[in-house]
């Protein structure tokens, strides 16, 4: 199951968009990109096992590293 947030985050000079999502078993990565007016300005990719974590795990690091780019 493919899991993720957007967010808009006002900040001082830009509206910032964050993005993250789980990519899926196929490809395990919590994926997050954030943008600014349509342009990828920054982006962190976070690699996990499949065979190692449960859903909610997965689903708990694709909030905390959501929230951690938006704070």
Known sequence: MIFGFNTEAVGK???YHVQTE???AKNPVIDSMIYVG???????????????VSQAQIE?????QHKELVE
């Not at 349509?38 to 190692?52: C, F, H, L, Q, W």
């Not at 708990?60 to 905390?64: G, H, S």
Request: proline share 4%; glycine share 8%; charged share 45%.
């Open 38 to 52: 349509g342009k990828i300005v920054d982006r962190r990719k976070t690699a996990y096992v499949p065979s190692e």
């Open 13 to 15: 000079d830009a509206v």
């Open 22 to 24: 789980d990519r899926g």
């Open 60 to 64: 708990e690091m694709v909030r905390k």
